[in-house]
């Protein structure tokens, strides 16, 4: 099957060089970090993650998104799922893969990667995260190509691969979950400090995943001659609402326990990620204008998938353009305001501004490039699949 994906038009091999370059770029910016050391990055003794943690922890949740779309159709056996279904197990296996990578740009010499293996350490929240991280992606992998395979023969797939279908329902809710847990564990950060954190990965996760999920059948509707069907678009429109409505309300229970309490650790952070927040006669506002951009983000999209399903007219223009929207505004949230919020604000109740260096979004650019690069490769195989079997 990998054939396929030595395939396509001039549209399609111009995307992959683009991003060849993107990658090219990426690389060279972490062979400088490599011999330079973490000194390139705007990180520092109170600010240890910065942008890499950030994607990371976004992109954690994008990988666990696939679930919605692998639980309605293996437990449920919701048919209309049917040709979505690999998609999401594709999406995982690069999100992964770019949650490893910015794993290893964050430690900086990558042979500390292997000090989790060799001498391995249960009670780390990191050794978990690894574990299920591994895990998951294994899993993706053999379900994923196992189930092409046999789709292309035309055969119903083996017994025994549905197994692997099964337990990777609960790896998907786990690399998440030990995910917050990492943040909810570090009592010296308030803002983290807080058992709803891992409900609230969640439930981001649940729009976001799918949300970029819709976002690639729309685009492969249009250049690959691939439809994924009007009913699954919808149903996963409908997911995708509950789920960032979920995530809203989580996100409103936080300004409850800040502002009602009067915390400071707590309400700081949050006067400083939406508000600004003034400190020994200076004014701090770095990430407001990305924090109003995510509520502003999903307010927009939520309403124009609520207008599309009253007046039922969910056409592919609306429908990408809320999930676009979606997709950003999680990403502003997740992506770059929870990770840096809990941090900026230390303990010691100081301010430290943190801003990533033309280096860190070099390589934060590479890896994202060298993500949809594997996607695009692993969709170029399912759509070559689909358009065999239909032939």
């Known amino acids: 099957m990998i054939e396929k994906a030595l395939k396509g038009k001039p549209a399609y091999w111009m995307w992959l060089a683009i991003l060849g370059v993107f990658i090219t770029i990426g690389a060279v910016c972490y062979l400088r970090q490599f011999f330079y050391g973490l000194g390139m990055t705007g990180m520092g003794r109170d600010l240890s993650w910065g942008l890499y943690i950030s994607q990371f922890t976004f992109l954690v949740g994008v990988a666990a998104g696939g679930l919605m779309l692998v639980l309605p159709y293996y437990v449920h056996n919701y048919k209309a799922f049917g040709r979505i279904t690999i998609l999401g197990e594709f999406l995982a296996i690069s999100a992964i893969l770019m949650c490893l ?40 992998i053999i379900c994923g190509w196992v189930i092409l395979t046999h789709e292309r023969k035309q055969v119903k797939p083996p017994k025994w691969v549905y197994f692997f279908v099964y ?52 685009l492969m509707k249009r250049v690959a001659n691939f439809d994924a069907g009007k009913e699954a678009i919808n149903k996963v429109t ?3 609402m509950y789920a960032a409505i979920i995530n809203a309300f989580f996100v409103a229970l936080e300004f409850f326990v800040g502002y009602y309490s009067q915390i ?17 006669g200076e004014f701090y506002n770095n990430l407001v204008p990305f924090l109003w951009a995510f509520v502003l983000f999903c307010a927009a999209g939520l309403g124009l998938l609520a207008y599309g399903k009253i007046k039922d007219k969910l056409s592919d223009g609306l429908v990408g353009a809320a999930c676009a929207l979606i997709f950003l505004g999680l990403y502003l949230d997740k992506g770059l305001g929870f990770v840096l919020g809990g941090l900026v604000v230390t303990p010691l109740h100081e301010i430290v501004e943190y801003y990533p260096t033309a280096n860190e979004i070099g390589i934060t650019l590479g890896i994202w490039a060298t993500g949809f690069f594997v996607l695009t490769l692993l969709y170029k195989i399912a759509i070559g699949v689909e358009h065999e079997v239909e032939g």
Do not use: K
């Not at 391995?120 to 299920?132: I, Q, R």
């Not at 909810?184 to 970029?212: D, K, N, Q, V």
């Open 101 to 140: 990578m910015f794993i290893m740009a964050d430690i900086g010499q990558p042979l500390r990667g292997l000090n989790m293996m060799l001498y391995p350490t249960p009670n780390s929240m990191l050794f978990w995260d690894m574990v299920v991280l591994l895990g998951y992606l294994s899993l993706n």
């Open 167 to 218: 337990l990777s329902l609960p790896f998907a809710v786990s690399i998440h979950t030990v995910t917050a847990m990492l943040y909810m564990g570090l009592p010296g950060r308030h803002f983290w400090l807080t058992a709803i954190t891992a409900p609230r990965f969640l439930a981001s996760a649940f729009a976001a995943g799918p949300a970029l999920i819709v976002l690639a059948c729309l």
């Open 238 to 240: 409908t997911i995708i």
């Open 264 to 280: 400071p650790g707590h309400i700081h952070s949050l006067q400083y990620l939406f508000f600004g927040l003034e400190h020994h």
